[in-house]
DNA sequence: TTTCATACTGTAAATAATTATACTATAAAT
DNA sequence: ATTTATAGTATAATTATTTACAGTATGAAA
């Protein structure tokens, strides 16, 4: 995004501020009288900036029309899905995980109950919430989100000359080795946990 | 929660997308046209109902002036603390992680960036982020983040009879055992990982 | 040197949005 | 039998909020 000057970054910081005290953005004349000026035309040239930057959304003529561009990616937890299903619905919805955008980055998330501690050694344990990105390339080493045998399974992906092989950290578990095209919903990059 | 009646909770549904879709709560006439009815007044009855069993907010006057009393819990993520200073002030700080109220319940919470691998075995690694529980009761078992010379630690929590021992999930640090009382910040209760 | 973005003042008009008042009707609870 | 909560219609008044227009001034870039 485009650099903006210090009176926009203070605009920007109030209407995040205000939207986080109030869970709705300012008005216009808030902002205004906020910063002290006479003219609301003050505010809606800032906006503008602001807007053309890339930094917020306006809806025209709406009370309070401002969207943020920033702050919250809501990644829904998809929690359990059915063995044999494997077409990921939003039906099983338990709830939306949110981080600020610039920690996950752009991109399609999602987030699935673990079951099993197949992947204990690499720090994901029975019943931690992996994030699953969708959509990105899968490298060796990678942990991925299969759907193999009616199931779905968290492990390590490596491609080898022949055929693939699904590997658990957990050394007391064996590996998937797979010959024709795995479905792989996504490549995990990041971990929710609970701890009671 | 006291029960709310089915179009009660169809309202609040609508509020909640809405405010997920645009970043503002939807205005009364917005919820009218919604819902079609043919007057304002269904709709306030509606959300003073909403506002009596405690399910929003409402400032009187003003244009969109719903907030849900649900949703979103910003954890401040603090990231790291400088050594030696033992009060954590919202001044390192880093943005948020947000998750949905019901997920970790009511509490003062924030989260700290681990550094090392001393609790590595209770899968909690270097860099991930611990979320922190203030002001809660702390048994025997339990992860905590410690004040102790001068640094901040996150360690189990034992009390033993003329002493408390902090000590590491990793079989290849030692136990702090400490004779005085203690400066626990806060209960570990969650966790946040980025994975590469 | 002309253009462009920033950074405002001041006022009026237009429209968006909430509230207020006066009603009707139904089902459940005391 | 009466109160209370729910679930509405219909209209008008009021206030909140945005936009539009006409300006001024400054500094940086082409």
Redesign the interface.
């Known amino acids: 995004m485009k650099n903006i000057t210090e009176k926009q970054q203070k605009i920007f910081e109030f209407i995040k501020d205000y939207?986080?005290r109030?869970?709705?953005?300012p008005?216009i004349k808030e902002i205004m009288d906020y910063f002290s000026f006479s003219s609301p035309t003050a505010v809606i040239s800032h906006l503008n900036a602001l807007e053309k930057k890339g930094y917020i959304k306006r809806?025209k003529k709406k009370?309070?029309?401002?969207?943020?561009n920033e702050?919250?990616l809501?990644i829904p937890i998809i929690g359990t899905i059915p063995a044999g299903v494997p077409k990921i619905e939003e039906e099983n919805f338990e709830?939306?995980?949110?981080?600020?955008k610039?920690?996950?980055g752009k991109g399609q998330f999602f987030s699935l109950t673990v079951k099993g501690d197949s992947m204990?050694q690499a720090?994901?344990?029975d019943g931690?919430y992996v994030i699953v990105e969708k959509n990105l390339e899968i490298k060796n080493g990678d942990?991925v989100v299969c759907f193999y045998d009616g199931e779905y399974t968290v492990k390590y992906f490596y491609k080898k000359k022949n055929f693939i092989e699904l590997k658990p950290a957990n050394p007391s578990y064996k590996s998937i080795i797979i010959k024709e095209n795995p479905l792989i919903i996504g490549k995990?990059?990041?971990?929710?946990?609970?701890?009671?």
Do not use: Q
């Open positions: 939207g986080l109030t869970g709705y953005p008005t809806e009370s309070r029309g401002i969207t943020l702050v919250f809501n709830g939306f995980i949110s981080v600020n610039d920690f996950l204990k720090g994901i344990f931690d942990i995990v990059v990041g971990l929710f946990r609970k701890i009671k």
